[in-house]
């Protein structure tokens, strides 16, 4: 029977959750939250959750489904945070040859959606058990789900954290993280500053709200992110013209990057899917460069893979309502040394990007393969996000005249004199005085402001995500095949679920060996200190069988039997090979005869010329009267003889008065 969740989920932090109401994010103080009871139904997830909240409910499916769930650590990160993973698979299963699949997500601290989704597939998976999918799955795979492979950077919402939090001398001063990003307009949201002309067009790059602290002149140069990130610093294809600054010092610098790295090494995958967000895509290998056309096998590898990624981008479509598209990652657009190229790479796993949701662009960038990469440069792309109905608001896009730019930094401490500007048409540093920019432009996202911001439908965008993960896994896993199927000229079992079987099956009222390569046996096999002997089609014989010119009995168990054996009313005796025996038999002193049909006989028998008297247990007398007639030692039956003071005839008789 199913279980269920009683208990309520983990309480939200307040500092970090929201309910979103219409278009427009609510305060959390403004509303209390309401715990759901069941962590599978999808309506319970349009809430965001922190890293206690979900580490929370792992923990709880893991004391739920004890033979399907194990909760551990793939390591510590930086900040001694653990990366907690959810071993989800049917530990009663017979089947080793069970697939690898894995669902990783939060990569990148601040795509949080992509945590939510991975979450939320651990608990169906685990909440519907009786589902004959998920039976089937967990009986032919084992499911690996690490919900959040960036905790330091999930919680953090003075601004998104994408890469690692660890604190870094950004800008060589001797001080690490001393310019923190700050709130200098007021608005309580952190932009990114651009200068733009009278057009609105960008003419310069200032950097995000902060009140320089360290007096260099560049705002927000060295806040306590690190700014490494971790999907740039895989050890496949680093090297430092690639890596630029988000690659980290060296490949698989960061601590991070490491455990993720031996997660694969000690890992059997088949095939493993990393979401994140900002786009609506299935991306799959390469991202460093294009498929290699000259090599067959990485073609057909990559067209399996590309077929694959159009299941899953199907799935969840289909669930969100929303478009997505596929892509080769290189052709998205090119990265070196992400975990997507590493894993297929270096350990041959097939891998997927799944990106979950956009942030506020219009449909011409977020979803389609072809769209304009200068869009983004265009203010008029950003007034649209089709996962609110029928306008996103969760962003601030405002053009802050100059002059009034001026007085705002006034009251901060800051001066145009000081504060410095990369220009976009000559890349050299200029002072804010020396751009006298029209307005400065600020952008920034309600979805990395503290938490605050939950997508509209962020049930639909879970579930989808769920199915596409689905769908991957039934691509790995190949054409379900029940029954019987010979290949290669041998015959496999394969059952309900389409795993192949091992060992001892039982089919349509007969029993089959299946050895540990899945084969169907034949003839005689050994099988925990047993023989069995297999009929021509593997079926297991029982009773009598005649085999190369002996009989043998197999027991109602179908094992083999030795030594004496009662069979409808008839003792026999099977030798040390388990053959029946015929004639005489000496067996613990004693010897015995054995018709021709095996049978042991017992009083007279006529063998050889020669009479013999068997016991009523089979034995044979010997040096002894029988009635009036006389075994000599050697069982044979006396004539014409005397037997000390007594004669026995012709016929063994003993003649009295002789």
Not at 322 to 349: C, F, K, M, P, W
Not at 516 to 528: H, L, P, Q, S
Not at 554 to 562: C, I, N, S, V
Not at 632 to 656: C, E, F, H, L, P
Request: hydrophobic share 35%; aromatic share 14%; charged share 25%.
């Amino acid at each position: 029977m199913r279980k269920k969740f009683t208990k309520k989920m983990v309480a939200f932090s307040l500092a970090a959750t929201v309910i979103a109401t219409g278009t427009t994010p609510v305060s959390v103080s403004a509303q209390k939250l309401t715990s759901p009871t069941d962590y599978s139904n999808p309506e319970n997830w349009n809430v965001r959750h922190t890293v206690k909240d979900i580490y929370g409910m792992l923990t709880e499916l893991e004391k739920a489904y004890p033979e399907y769930a194990e909760l551990s650590s793939i390591g510590k990160t930086t900040k001694e945070n653990d990366i907690k993973l959810l071993t989800i698979t049917n530990e009663n299963s017979k089947n080793k040859n069970k697939k690898g699949v894995a669902y990783l997500a939060n990569i990148h601290g601040d795509e949080r959606e992509s945590g939510e989704s991975a979450a939320y597939t651990a608990a169906w998976l685990l909440e519907n058990l009786d589902d004959p999918m998920v039976k089937e799955m967990l009986e032919r795979n084992i499911i690996y789900i690490i919900p959040i492979l960036n905790p330091d950077s999930h919680d953090i919402f003075e601004y998104f954290v994408r890469g690692t939090s660890q604190l870094l001398d950004k800008n060589g001063d001797g001080i690490p993280s001393n310019d923190l990003y700050a709130d200098i307009t007021g608005d309580e949201w952190i932009g990114y500053l651009y200068t733009t002309d009278e057009s609105k067009t960008r003419t310069g790059d200032i950097g995000y709200e902060s009140k320089d602290l360290d007096g260099n002149g560049w705002l927000g140069d060295d806040s306590w992110a690190s700014g490494y990130d971790i999907n740039r610093n895989f050890d496949f294809q680093w090297a430092p013209e690639h890596a630029g600054i988000s690659g980290g010092l060296s490949a698989a610098s960061e601590i991070e990057t490491q455990h993720i790295q031996n997660f694969l090494k000690e890992t059997p995958l088949d095939a493993l899917v990393t979401v994140h967000t900002g786009i609506q895509a299935v991306l799959y290998p390469w991202g460093y460069r294009d498929t290699d056309q000259s090599n067959p096998e990485e073609v057909a590898d990559i067209e399996f893979m590309a077929n694959t990624a159009e299941k899953m981008r199907k799935a969840i479509e289909q669930t969100t309502e929303r478009n997505y598209y596929v892509s080769n990652s290189y052709h998205d657009y090119q990265t070196y040394s992400e975990l997507l190229d590493y894993a297929y790479g270096v350990h041959g796993i097939h891998t997927y990007t799944m990106e979950v949701i956009c942030e506020g662009y219009d449909e011409s960038v977020s979803y389609k393969p072809d769209r304009n990469p200068d869009a983004y440069e265009n203010p008029e792309n950003f007034d649209i996000c089709l996962w609110n109905d029928p306008k996103w608001e969760g962003s601030r896009k405002e053009y802050i005249p100059y002059e009034d730019f001026v007085e705002i930094m006034e009251k901060n401490g800051l001066s145009p004199e000081t504060v410095k500007v990369v220009d976009r048409t000559t890349k050299e540093e200029k002072t804010l005085s020396e751009m006298k920019p029209a307005y400065i432009y600020v952008s920034s996202s309600e979805r990395n402001q503290r938490g605050t911001y939950v997508a509209e439908d962020q049930d639909k965008l879970v579930e989808g995500a769920k199915n596409a993960f689905l769908e991957m896994v039934s691509a790995e896993n190949g054409e379900k095949v029940v029954g019987w199927k010979a290949i290669d000229g041998k015959w496999y079992y394969f059952n309900e679920y389409g795993v192949m079987e091992t060992g001892w099956v039982s089919v349509d009222g007969h029993w089959y060996y299946l050895n540990e390569d899945g084969i169907m046996e034949n003839g005689w096999v050994f099988v925990d200190g047993h023989w069995y002997y297999m009929d021509q089609w593997g079926a297991m014989e029982t009773g009598w069988v005649f085999v190369d010119g002996h009989w043998y009995y197999m027991d109602q168990w179908g094992a083999m039997r030795t030594g004496w054996v009662f069979v409808d009313g008839h003792w026999y005796y099977m030798d040390q090979w388990g053959a029946m025996r015929t004639g005489w038999v000496s067996v613990g002193g004693y010897w015995y005869y054995m018709d021709q049909w095996g049978a042991m006989q017992t009083g007279w028998v006529f063998v050889d010329a020669y009479w013999y008297y068997l016991n009523s247990d089979g034995s044979m007398a010997a040096s002894q009267w029988i009635g009036d007639y006389y075994v000599q030692a050697d069982g044979a039956m006396a004539t014409n003889t005397w037997i000390d003071r007594y004669y026995v005839d012709a016929s063994g008789r003993w003649v009295k008065n002789a």
